[in-house]
């Protein structure tokens, strides 16, 4: 069975930071890929940012510049830096990873944690 526990997000002013983090536990054996994702209010849920093993990554050209994601072994961060209140959603981690030795890889998510970006 595995596990993805997301850090509590928060309430910040915009302009602020905040960092969310998510450890993945479990009999995991190897992982291909970590990401982020949110859903705001009334919208679809949408790719933040993604680091592909070997130190690859993605972002969302909205969170370009401003938001930073890093690994380290089973945990993956989001440092978010400049928030706007835009931002304000629920984030959602994801991690693509096998449980048989790389036969075969799934998709699990987190529970999600809710950042707020308000003054």
């Known amino acids: 069975q595995v596990q993805l526990v997301d850090s509590v997000g928060g309430l910040v002013q915009p302009g602020g930071s905040l960092r969310l983090s998510c450890t993945a536990s479990?009999?995991?054996?190897?992982?291909?890929?970590m990401g982020w994702y949110r859903q705001a209010p009334g919208k679809q849920r949408e790719l933040v940012a993604n680091i592909i093993t070997g130190g690859s990554t993605n972002y969302a050209d909205s969170v370009k510049g401003r938001f930073t994601i890093s690994n380290a072994e089973n945990t993956v961060y989001l440092q978010m830096n400049s928030l706007e209140p835009e931002d304000t959603a629920v984030y959602y981690c994801?991690?693509?990873?096998?449980?048989?030795?790389?036969?075969?890889?799934?998709?699990?998510w987190g529970q999600g944690t809710q950042a707020t970006v308000s003054s």
């Open positions: 994801t991690v693509v990873l096998s449980i048989d030795g790389g036969k075969s890889y799934n998709r699990y």
């Open positions: 479990g009999k995991i054996l190897s992982i291909s890929a």
